[in-house]
């Protein structure tokens, strides 16, 4: 079936808005990561879900960000009174089930805070 | 926390000419994943290495695991320009968390 989506594909923000970011994984997939890409770097861990249990919100910069799956599904990641340093791709994989296994990206959200 | 660089940054090469990026990791990894992440496009898997010292061919690609599980690196033998992207590898810390390096982004020039 179809991969990984996200959307917007393309978000701007005015400093001090709130902004929700969505994904859709895989159909049946088990396993939902969000990850932090920053123009020329690799992807950094924010969390991770398993169904709707968030097994792991290590890598959220601060408490503005929040991620939530609440049926096992579709994911969001919200951003509270965003911040230019937000600015980044956010890009959301799923994978059959647990982060040992291989991991298959959506496109990606580009925010840009002004 | 756990460190995962790889050299070079960036190669510039011939169309034809072979290319390899190695990937150290601070700690000693369970598995290892390669990525290729086309200019503006996403990550996509191109594989996966558990055991010590494991060694896998993709056509012109060939991956290897060190010994110590504490290193890799991705062989690509007579780049084509579809090659061109950049090159993570990602090894899993002790959550499982996948923890990406730093990425060699490659050129083709035809």
């Known amino acids: 079936g179809a991969g990984v989506s996200q959307s917007p594909r393309y978000k701007v923000a005015k400093r001090g808005q709130d902004v929700a970011l969505r994904c859709d994984p895989i159909?049946?997939?088990?396993?939902l990561f969000w990850y932090q890409q920053a123009l020329g770097q690799g992807p950094e861990f924010l969390t991770y879900?398993?169904?709707?249990?968030?097994?792991?919100k290590s890598g959220l910069p601060s408490d503005r960000f929040f991620a939530e799956r609440p049926e096992g599904s579709v994911s969001t990641l919200k951003i509270q009174r965003t911040q230019q340093e937000d600015s980044a791709v956010y890009l959301c994989?799923?994978?059959?089930?647990?982060?040992?296994?291989?991991?298959?990206f959506g496109p990606g959200t580009r925010l840009t805070v002004l | 926390g756990q460190q995962v660089m790889q050299i070079p940054q960036y190669q510039h090469v011939q169309e034809g000419e072979d290319f390899t990026t190695y990937c150290n990791s601070s700690?000693?990894?369970?598995?290892i994943q390669w990525y290729k992440q086309r200019p503006g496009g996403h990550p996509v898997f191109l594989i996966q290495?558990?055991?010590?010292?494991e060694v896998k061919k993709q056509k012109r690609l060939t991956f290897q695991f060190g010994e110590a599980k504490k290193n890799s690196s991705l062989h690509i033998t007579a780049t084509q320009t579809t090659d061109v992207g950049t090159y993570f590898c990602?090894?899993?810390?002790?959550?499982?968390?996948?923890?990406f390096g730093t990425g060699t982004r490659l050129q083709v020039f035809p």
């Open positions: 994989a799923s994978s059959l089930d647990g982060p040992l296994r291989e991991q298959f």
């Open positions: 159909s049946g997939h088990v396993s």
């Open positions: 879900f398993q169904n709707e249990a968030q097994l792991d």
């Open positions: 700690t000693t990894l369970s598995n």
């Open positions: 290495l558990v055991k010590s010292g």
């Open positions: 990602a090894g899993p810390d002790y959550t499982d968390k996948l923890i």
